[in-house]
């Protein structure tokens, strides 16, 4: 398929979201509500669960299934509140020692008139900010769409891994062609040169792991797959809390100052 055939896919219905994720990889989710400011934000799944023996924070953008679902869930575009409330429950993980997972499956955040008046930026800077130095392991998955700071805010982390065909990206293709060609029909175009998807993220260093995906997602094929990144996620947690915070927080802060770091090459006269 082409880069944009794969966006599409990104986007299908059917397509596991983050609640199915949580549902098949942790056992006892208890979900937690509200950001202590202003509300509670639907977009926003969250709360504390077990992975085999390790009790764990799990964070996922969660769009639901059928129109009411997606209705309730703002589509998957979280509010300043909803970030407000994911760090909540980082800042919580932190205290206990408890590691992070987060499932991303976003077009993007919240852009209405509220969201902005109640500090959508400043939230998803905030987040930023702080889980750069966050004491305690940090893994987070892109299960879907991955749109920009929306994106961003749940994926500052120790270990990225991005299913096969999901995409993560600055802007959507559609906003990029429209944009940057002032032309919507290029969104294919726009696609391909973004190198949005999975084996480009690895290869440049962005993402640590690609999981691969089955063409249709059945109850069988979607078992399978999460039994496997529930043993691995496992073995990931246990090897990243191994780490002092203080080795944590450096090695994080490394692997991002380090994107884009290229290297000079002298050339002879000849």
Not at 12 to 30: H, L, M
Not at 75 to 102: D, N, S, T
Not at 204 to 213: N, Q, R
Request: hydrophobic share 40%; with cysteine; net charge neutral.
């Amino acid at each position: 398929m082409d880069a944009y055939e794969k966006i599409k896919c990104s986007r299908k219905a059917g397509r596991p979201t983050s609640k199915d994720y949580i549902d098949a990889i942790f056992t006892n989710f208890t979900e937690l509500h509200g950001d202590r400011r202003f509300g509670d934000d639907h977009a926003i799944l969250g709360g504390v669960a077990w992975l085999r023996d390790m009790p764990v924070t799990v964070i996922g953008i969660e769009k639901g299934h059928s129109l009411n679902e997606r209705m309730y869930r703002n589509f998957g575009c979280v509010l300043p509140e909803g970030y407000r409330k994911a760090l909540r429950l980082m800042k919580e993980a932190e205290k206990f020692r408890r590691p992070v997972v987060c499932f991303v499956d976003t077009q993007g955040a919240s852009c209405g008139h509220d969201a902005e008046k109640r500090g959508e930026g400043q939230s998803i800077a905030e987040n930023l900010y702080e889980l750069m130095t966050l004491k305690t392991p940090i893994v987070t998955v892109m299960a879907g769409e991955g749109g920009s700071g929306g994106a961003l805010a749940l994926a500052i982390a120790d270990r990225v891994w991005m299913l096969e065909n999901a995409y993560y990206s600055v802007i959507s293709p559609e906003s990029c062609a429209s944009i940057l060609f002032k032309d919507p029909s290029r969104v294919s175009e726009a696609a391909e040169n973004l190198h949005l998807f999975a084996d480009d993220l690895k290869e440049l260093g962005i993402v640590e792991k690609v999981v691969a995906e089955a063409a249709e997602f059945t109850p069988e094929q979607t078992k399978k797959m999460t039994e496997g990144m529930a043993a691995e996620l496992y073995l990931t947690l246990k090897k990243l809390l191994k780490k002092s915070p203080a080795k944590l927080t450096a090695d994080r802060y490394e692997k991002y100052r380090k994107i884009g770091r290229y290297e000079e090459i002298g050339i002879k006269n000849v």
